[in-house]
């Protein structure tokens, strides 16, 4: 693990990547690269991002920082990256939904957006987010609003609750 660590810092994107790929494989024998691991997850690479979001779902989805991570890269340029994110939020349970909760007030519009839309693709299991996604109804941003809509169908009768702030939006 200390030389995949150290080649996290590797000049060549390749090797950051395959390291991470390898941090990955070893599952929660690698927990000790976590914080490393967070601090590649803001890699030059798209290719290494993607593979950062792999390796934390795998390793220890729920460390400390770890969903704070991932939903930060819910809004990467990169589609790799954004439905790895995704998967490895799914991993870490209900810490994962409560940091997509969160993502719904970030500062990026399309942190915002894919965290409504990782909602409701949780259907039901996100019900406690229900209020959360009533409030990003009237989010500044029309594409953004679009999303906690559909969320909230998705969610389901659990969602009921959310009629009223539906017909005002």
């Known amino acids: 693990v200390p030389d995949l660590i150290e080649a996290l810092d590797h000049e060549d994107s390749s090797v950051r990547q395959i390291a991470v790929t390898a941090l990955a494989g070893l599952g929660p024998r690698a927990a000790a690269a976590v914080p490393h691991l967070l601090d590649t997850s803001k ?3 798209s290719a290494v991002r993607a593979a950062v979001a792999v390796a934390l779902g795998r390793i220890s989805p729920e460390a400390p920082g770890v969903t704070v991570a ?3 890269l819910l809004g990467d340029d990169s589609p790799e990256a954004r439905a790895a994110a995704s998967h ?3 991993q870490a349970g209900q810490s994962g939904l409560a940091a997509a909760v969160d993502a719904l007030s970030h500062e990026k519009s399309v942190v915002r957006m894919n965290a409504a839309e990782f909602l409701g693709e949780a259907g039901s299991t996100a019900r406690d987010a229900v209020s959360a996604l009533c409030h990003a109804l009237a989010d500044p941003d029309a594409a953004v609003r679009a999303s906690p809509a559909q969320a909230l169908g998705r969610i389901g009768p659990d969602a009921k609750r959310a009629v009223y702030a539906l017909s005002r939006a």
Do not use: F
């Open 43 to 45: 890699d030059a690479s």
């Open 70 to 72: 991932l939903a930060a």
């Open 88 to 90: 490895a939020l799914r």
